[in-house]
Each structure stands twice: as structure tokens, then as C-alpha cells.
């Protein structure tokens, strides 16, 4: 174990953050063991990946059947039905009136910055409005969406221009949702002009932000302003899709709807797929080539990424997100009244994407999060936190858990959390 250590941090950058002292040797469902034998509860669901858990024996099935097919051809050198399967899949699920297109990608990152790229395409404007506490991904385009400076852009420099941050509702934190309404007019009247802007990118709930749900008249007004100077309103999905929040989308929690969505995680069952689904004559903007990627649409991510549409239908994960995150949130606010903690400022979350945000006084806690976080793994519990101050946990179990191995995640929580603050 120490000489796998060592040989990480000789081979590997430090700016590949480790949550864990430990290493994985295999997994199954919701529980993770590590090469010394140790057995953990997975709350973590590789950053929100595994909705239908590590290795659903589904996914495995049809990843196997397309692998004695083809492994790889590039689509867009030689095309393959199973990729227009999804893409048509796609279509019929995601929440955008009229007529739809879809395409396929490797990466969130790589998700977000064609979006941004189709946007500018249909607009021929160069201007993106995204918001703080944002994370977009990690490349070039992406990062500079990304609304947190630490650990993102601290040391990068000067990012791409033409971007600007608004603030995002969070009345924890006392921004209202006018607030954040009035900050795109400020962007407007002090840094662009709204006849300079191609898109507006947010996500209906921030993940790396802390899991801060967008209110309803946030959504609205953002499709209004949208709409008044033909803007591309984008949906960042990449956390929030695939029944995190209890909905197949999470704009489904919403009336206003985006001309384009971003999708990846969850889609892919564990295996590398993103996507793009939008409005057709968006999603037409740019020219035969200004689209793809080499691995884009992989055909083993394409397979696995249609057993779990199939999945969530058959194991009804939507109603099972939903009953999963209320007893989650139910457990947490009885622990918090019972023992009268002060410490856990709020509980929040719409299905299964609940967040516990930490406080000492009047200020956000890293370091309790970091506590419980720490207690958790040492009974077994694999938790990650999250937030602009880094005091959120955030729960990001496998939906198809059993329900007995939740109800014991449910009691090393509540244990961890007064062994913390206690």
C-alpha cells in the first residue's frame, strides 16, 4: 500500500487531487473494496457517474455484446446505427420544444465547450454570461465558465475572454434571486453589450457549488432575458441528468426550457460518454466538421449509455431517486433536531441530489466537512464535499443501492456527523 503511494505521487502530477488513502480493487453496486481488503459504502459514485451503480450486470451485458462487434471507428468516419439510436433516444427524452438534435462526446468538458461553440455558431456573437459557483469542466473554454478560482484557476493565469460571471441564487449565502437577476444587468450595462452575447450556461442545480437548487422564478427570468436579446440559454446537465434529482432531466423540475442541454456522468452507466441535445436549427449551426472528436460517441459507451436508458425505465430509478433522497433528508433533519445541531446550517436538495451545508457560528466550515467527511471513511462511508467554501457534503449514492446497505450508510452518517461536531 505504501509502495503504491510512492509510486503515485513519483509517476502522477499533484494536480490530480486524491480524495482517498486507500486504493480500489474492485467494485459491485454501491460497495467499493480496496486492495487491503477494506469494504466501503459508495457515496461518491465517481463524482456522480453511476446512477445504475458499478458494473450493473446490464451494462456489463451489452458492453460485452458490442465488444465482439467493434470496438471503435469514428463516427464520423464510419457511422453506426447504435449512435443514431441514442441520439433519437435522446431527442424523445429531453425536455426542449419542437424539433431536436443530439450528438456525442468523450467528456462534461467536452459537452460544455461545443455547446458554447454551436451557440457562438448560431449566433455569430462572442459573448458567454455563466455564473458563480459554476463548474463547467477543466479545459480552456470550460474552466473560464467555471465560477470557483480555487483549486480551478488559480494558477493558470488569464482565462479565454469573453466571459462573465453572474451570481446564482443562494439565500443561505444572501443572494437573492433578484439579486442575481440584477447582476446580468450590471454585466450588460458595465462589461457587454447584449447584442454581444452567444449564450447564457447554468445548471438548474450547481454541483461543484454546493448542490444549490435554482429556484423556479430564477429559471424564469433567465429565459427572459434570453429571450428579449436572442440569446442560447444552456442547461449544464453533465451532474444533474439521468434521475439524480428525481426526473429523467432536471429541467423538468422547471416550466421554462433551454435551446440546449449538456449531458455525460450517469449517461454512460461508468463508461466515457457526454452529449449535446438541443434545438434543430441550433444544433445545424455549424458546418459538416465542426463537430466530433475521435473517441466522440465511443460504440461501447453508445451501448452502455442505451441499457441505462433502458434501466431507469425497468427499475423505476426517478421514483426511487425520490424516496431515497427524502428518507436522506429526513434522517439528517431528525438527527439535526434531536441533538440540536446548530453546526448543520441547511439541508437541502430536489430527489436524490441532497446536500448538507456546514456552519460554525455565521460561516461556512470546511474543516467540519472535512470531519465528517474523514469519520465517515473510517466506518466505511466514502462521502465527498463541495461548495464555493468547501463545507458541503454532498450525497451521490448509486441509485439501484439495496435498501438495507442504505439504511446503514444512513446510521454511519449520522454517527460520523456527531463524532465530528461533537
Same mark, same amino acid.
Given at each position: 500500500?505504501?509502495?503504491?503511494?510512492?509510486?503515485?505521487?513519483?509517476?502522477?502530477?499533484?494536480?490530480?487531487?486524491?480524495?482517498?488513502?486507500?486504493?480500489?480493487?474492485?467494485?459491485?453496486?454501491?460497495?467499493?473494496?480496496?486492495?487491503?481488503?477494506?469494504?466501503?459504502?459508495?457515496?461518491? /459514485?465517481?463524482?456522480?457517474?453511476?446512477?445504475?451503480?458499478?458494473?450493473?450486470?446490464?451494462?456489463?451485458?451489452?458492453?460485452?455484446?458490442?465488444?465482439?462487434?467493434?470496438?471503435?471507428?469514428?463516427?464520423?468516419?464510419?457511422?453506426?446505427?447504435?449512435?443514431?439510436?441514442?441520439?433519437?433516444?435522446?431527442?424523445?427524452?429531453?425536455? &426542449?420544444?419542437?424539433?431536436?438534435?443530439?450528438?456525442?462526446?468523450?467528456?462534461?468538458?467536452?459537452?460544455?465547450?461545443?455547446? &458554447?461553440?454551436?451557440?457562438?455558431?448560431?449566433?455569430?456573437?462572442?459573448?458567454?454570461?455563466?455564473? /458563480?459557483?459554476?463548474?463547467?469542466?477543466?479545459?480552456?473554454?470550460?474552466?473560464?465558465?467555471?465560477?470557483?478560482?480555487?483549486?480551478?484557476?488559480?494558477?493558470?493565469?488569464?482565462?479565454?475572454?469573453?466571459?462573465?460571471?453572474?451570481?446564482?441564487?443562494?439565500?443561505?449565502?444572501?443572494?437573492?434571486?433578484?439579486?442575481?437577476?440584477?447582476?446580468?444587468?450590471?454585466?450588460?450595462?458595465?462589461?457587454?453589450?447584449?447584442?454581444?452575447?452567444?449564450?447564457?450556461?447554468?445548471?438548474?442545480?450547481?454541483?461543484?457549488?454546493?448542490?444549490?437548487?435554482?429556484?423556479?422564478?430564477?429559471?424564469? /427570468?433567465?429565459?427572459?432575458?434570453?429571450?428579449?436579446?436572442?440569446?442560447?440559454?444552456?442547461?449544464?446537465?453533465?451532474?444533474?441528468?439521468?434521475?439524480?434529482?428525481?426526473?429523467?432531466?432536471?429541467?423538468?423540475?422547471?416550466?421554462?426550457?433551454?435551446?440546449?442541454?449538456? &449531458?455525460?456522468?450517469?449517461?454512460?452507466?461508468?463508461?466515457?460518454?457526454?452529449?449535446?441535445?438541443?434545438?434543430?436549427?441550433?444544433?445545424?449551426?455549424?458546418?459538416?466538421?465542426?463537430?466530433?472528436?475521435?473517441?466522440?460517441?465511443?460504440?461501447?459507451?453508445?451501448?452502455?449509455?442505451?441499457?441505462?436508458?433502458?434501466?431507469?425505465?425497468?427499475?423505476?430509478?426517478?421514483?426511487?431517486?425520490?424516496?431515497?433522497?427524502?428518507?436522506?433528508?429526513?434522517?439528517?433533519?431528525?438527527?439535526?433536531?434531536?441533538?440540536? &445541531?446548530?453546526?448543520?446550517?441547511?439541508?437541502?436538495?430536489?430527489?436524490?441530489?441532497?446536500?448538507?451545508?456546514?456552519?460554525?457560528?455565521?460561516?461556512?466550515?470546511?474543516?467540519?466537512?472535512?470531519?465528517?467527511?474523514?469519520?465517515?471513511?473510517?466506518?466505511?462511508?466514502?462521502?465527498?464535499?463541495?461548495?464555493?467554501?468547501?463545507?458541503?457534503?454532498?450525497?451521490?449514492?448509486?441509485?439501484?443501492?439495496?435498501?438495507?446497505?442504505?439504511?446503514?450508510?444512513?446510521?454511519?452518517?449520522?454517527?460520523?456527523?456527531?463524532?465530528?461536531?461533537?
Amino acid at each position: 500500500m505504501q509502495n503504491l503511494a510512492q509510486r503515485r505521487e513519483a509517476a502522477t502530477p499533484r494536480g490530480i487531487g486524491i480524495a482517498c488513502d486507500w486504493f480500489v480493487s474492485e467494485a459491485q453496486n454501491a460497495t467499493i473494496k480496496s486492495i487491503d481488503g477494506r469494504e466501503f459504502i459508495d457515496f461518491a /459514485g465517481g463524482i456522480a457517474v453511476l446512477n445504475v451503480g458499478h458494473r450493473h450486470p446490464k451494462v456489463i451485458q451489452a458492453v460485452q455484446a458490442q465488444l465482439a462487434r467493434f470496438t471503435h471507428t469514428a463516427y464520423q468516419v464510419t457511422p453506426y446505427e447504435s449512435y443514431i439510436e441514442l441520439a433519437e433516444k435522446i431527442n424523445a427524452l429531453a425536455p &426542449i420544444y419542437g424539433v431536436k438534435k443530439s450528438c456525442f462526446f468523450t467528456t462534461g468538458g467536452e459537452a460544455t465547450e461545443n455547446a &458554447i461553440k454551436i451557440a457562438k455558431g448560431h449566433t455569430k456573437r462572442y459573448g458567454v454570461i455563466a455564473f /458563480g459557483g459554476a463548474f463547467h469542466g477543466r479545459t480552456s473554454m470550460a474552466v473560464s465558465m467555471t465560477g470557483k478560482v480555487s483549486p480551478y484557476k488559480a494558477e493558470i493565469g488569464v482565462g479565454m475572454p469573453g466571459v462573465y460571471h453572474a451570481y446564482y441564487p443562494n439565500e443561505l449565502h444572501g443572494v437573492s434571486v433578484k439579486d442575481a437577476l440584477k447582476s446580468l444587468e450590471f454585466i450588460c450595462q458595465c462589461s457587454i453589450a447584449p447584442k454581444d452575447v452567444a449564450a447564457v450556461i447554468f445548471e438548474p442545480v450547481q454541483g461543484e457549488g454546493g448542490f444549490n437548487p435554482a429556484p423556479a422564478e430564477f429559471v424564469e /427570468g433567465l429565459r427572459a432575458f434570453c429571450d428579449t436579446h436572442k440569446i442560447v440559454l444552456i442547461a449544464d446537465e453533465v451532474q444533474t441528468g439521468f434521475c439524480r434529482t428525481g426526473k429523467t432531466f432536471a429541467m423538468e423540475h422547471f416550466k421554462p426550457q433551454a435551446d440546449i442541454i449538456c &449531458i455525460a456522468k450517469s449517461l454512460g452507466g461508468g463508461l466515457p460518454i457526454s452529449g449535446i441535445v438541443g434545438k434543430a436549427d441550433i444544433m445545424d449551426s455549424l458546418s459538416a466538421g465542426g463537430l466530433g472528436g475521435t473517441y466522440a460517441g465511443n460504440p461501447l459507451a453508445v451501448a452502455a449509455a442505451l441499457e441505462v436508458l433502458k434501466i431507469i425505465e425497468e427499475e423505476n430509478l426517478n421514483e426511487k431517486a425520490n424516496k431515497l433522497g427524502q428518507q436522506l433528508k429526513d434522517s439528517l433533519n431528525a438527527l439535526k433536531e434531536k441533538e440540536n &445541531i446548530a453546526q448543520m446550517a441547511q439541508i437541502r436538495g430536489l430527489g436524490s441530489m441532497v446536500a448538507l451545508e456546514l456552519f460554525e457560528g455565521n460561516k461556512p466550515s470546511a474543516n467540519l466537512a472535512k470531519a465528517v467527511q474523514k469519520e465517515a471513511m473510517a466506518q466505511g462511508l466514502l462521502l465527498l464535499t463541495c461548495g464555493s467554501y468547501a463545507n458541503v457534503i454532498r450525497f451521490l449514492y448509486p441509485l439501484t443501492i439495496p435498501q438495507a446497505q442504505f439504511d446503514k450508510a444512513l446510521e454511519i452518517l449520522n454517527n460520523s456527523i456527531k463524532k465530528a461536531i461533537a
